[in-house]
């Protein structure tokens, strides 16, 4: 008897503590962008993606402390990926080994309120692919023992960083008020077009509280996309077009600099 | 100023596409080649994906030829019934050398077997013009008659069957060699993307002994045709032709023609022999050091269209 009332009051005790952190309310992020839509125009040369957000019912004494961390994240259209290696064969650097990975985001840009391996633990940010290291990549078809993995995971991510296409900055993300924040973004010259993914994290006390997530596209505008359906979708004509545009130039460079 | 290449989905500088188009527009008007084999690795070389650059130089060197072509045409210095017969060859052999392409993609290494076969037709070629040449200006120093149609000089060539007279070049000739050369120049602009003219111009002066100022009229008229259909073929089978891309080399690379094509009259053939043994042995120099020496990088990335 007295056993089982114990074991009631343990269980009302739990209750308790369940209600009353749900009672107090939790902190709330939202975001924002101006636009879902991204025009690449003749002239463009990257650009800066403002993200605007609210953390509500955040706790004053946490905030003065910094204890709220927000990591924002664009994530490109993912595309399969082939990584390979050339060796030196009779003298000649050939391309030896490839190795196929599933679709991986063409491209990745981060941007945080600190450096990420200070806002959470690595299983963490490994467990919801958050920063450069942890995007999944996993290798498709034959990978032998698996033994070059890594060397060729790394290898990847490396030239992705280099190319501009992978990039984070640690302290882009700001508040502006107690409750606002303003992440900033940078899209590379080259961003890859198609359906983006903007994915926004709070940790409080480096722990995850909420994640919120967007779309974006990048499209191509005007003259550069009216080229680029036609020469998916009328390719014949369109190969017809560029030659007759060749001859063209041709014939009137012809006449203009005709001397007799 | 940049501008965005919807095709080739990158932003590039103005200028110095112009400036490219403009510099291998000169030299090909000068030296009759089409200039494919300069354009290309260059394109390359400046970050655009290789397909793009392939197709898109094919479509440039459209624009080039046909502008070196008319001009020649103008001045008589085009063979339109030699061109003909070589294009007949060349149709055949561009059909025969998809094919290989095709071959070659399924075995793998067909990117090797590009810069394999750059290398050694551009260092073979190059190597023989650069003799050949040096000997007759060494001969023209020394008050030598320098003419390469040395009366009475038969090779096999001429021996063969079914001559034909070509009145403007002024040679009654086999028409085997003729086609068997088309069809040669037809294999390797599938596979190397070229119109083929840095081996047809000396393979048309030292094989078939027709006279310098109508090989490379002559030269300019049949890669007009080579390089349309590989264009065309290019757009329908990889969408890789680059518009935007084509048309900024056309526009500097027709204007740079109409110089390189005065100045090439005012060279004497040898000299103008010499220089483009040098330019051809210069790119195939490069190409070879890319082969041979440790890369800056061993890896790299390519994305495959496929995707979610």
Do not use: C
Request: aromatic share 10%.
């Amino acid at each position: 008897m007295r056993r089982s009332l114990t074991q009631v009051g343990a269980a009302l005790l739990f209750l308790l503590t369940m209600m009353s952190s749900a009672l107090a309310v939790d902190e709330r992020l939202d975001i924002g962008i101006s636009t879902n839509e991204i025009a690449i125009t003749a002239n463009f040369t990257g650009a800066d993606l403002t993200v605007f957000g609210a953390l509500d019912n955040a706790d004053r004494f946490l905030l003065e402390l910094g204890q709220y961390d927000i990591i924002v994240a664009l994530e490109g259209p993912a595309r399969e990926t082939v990584v390979r290696k050339k060796e030196r064969v009779f003298g000649i650097w050939i391309n030896r080994f490839s190795m196929r990975f599933e679709p991986v985001p063409v491209s990745y840009s981060l941007s945080s309120t600190l450096p990420i391996d200070r806002i959470a633990r690595e299983i963490e940010l490994s467990g919801r692919t958050i920063g450069i290291e942890h995007i999944h990549l996993l290798p498709s078809g034959r990978v032998g023992d698996g033994s070059r993995v890594p060397e060729f995971r790394e290898a990847l991510l490396r030239l992705k960083v280099d190319d501009g296409l992978y990039q984070s900055e640690p302290v882009g993300v700001e508040f502006v008020s107690s409750s606002l924040f303003r992440a900033t973004i940078r899209l590379p010259a080259n961003v890859p077009v198609g359906q983006h993914k903007l994915r926004a994290f709070l940790f409080k006390n480096n722990e995850f509280v909420m994640e919120r997530e967007l779309t974006l596209r990048v499209v191509k505008t005007g003259a550069e996309q009216f080229v680029y359906e036609l020469a998916h979708e009328q390719s014949f004509l369109y190969g017809i077009l560029a030659v007759l545009l060749a001859m063209f130039t041709g014939w009137a460079a012809s006449v203009m600099f005709r001397r007799d | 100023m940049t501008i965005y290449l919807p095709i080739a989905e990158i932003s590039v500088n103005v200028f110095l596409i112009l400036g490219m188009g403009a510099a291998v527009g000169f030299l090909s008007g000068m030296f009759g080649v089409g200039g494919g084999f300069l354009i290309t690795p260059l394109l390359i070389f400046y970050n655009i994906p290789p397909a793009v650059a392939v197709a898109t130089g094919a479509n440039q060197v459209v624009a080039s030829s046909f502008s070196g072509a008319l001009s020649h045409f103008r001045r008589g210095t085009l063979d339109i019934k030699l061109g003909g017969m070589l294009l007949a060859g060349g149709l055949v052999g561009a059909s025969v050398g998809i094919y290989l392409f095709m071959l070659l993609r399924d075995l793998g290494q067909l990117d090797l077997i590009i810069s394999l076969f750059y290398v050694i037709f551009l260092s073979v070629v190059g190597g023989l013009m650069l003799v050949e040449s040096v000997n007759s200006l060494m001969r023209a120093a020394a008050n030598k008659p320098v003419s390469l149609r040395k009366p009475g000089q038969h090779i096999w060539v001429h021996r063969l069957p079914f001559k034909m007279r070509f009145k403007r070049s002024k040679i009654y000739l086999s028409v085997i060699p003729i086609l068997a050369l088309g069809f040669g120049i037809g294999v390797l602009t599938s596979i190397m993307g070229v119109g083929g003219g840095f081996i047809m111009v000396p393979a048309m002066i030292y094989l078939l002994h027709v006279p310098t100022n109508v090989v490379i009229g002559t030269s300019l008229f049949q890669i007009i045709f080579v390089t349309a259909f590989t264009t065309v073929v290019q757009a329908t089978a990889n969408q890789s032709v680059d518009i935007f891309l084509a048309g900024l080399l056309m526009i500097a690379g027709v204007i740079g023609a109409q110089y390189g094509v005065r100045v090439g009259q005012k060279l004497r053939g040898e000299q103008l022999r010499a220089l483009l043994a040098l330019l051809v042995l210069a790119v195939g120099v490069r190409l070879a050091l890319d082969l041979v020496l440790t890369p800056d990088e061993f890896y790299s990335v390519v994305v495959t269209g496929i995707g979610f």
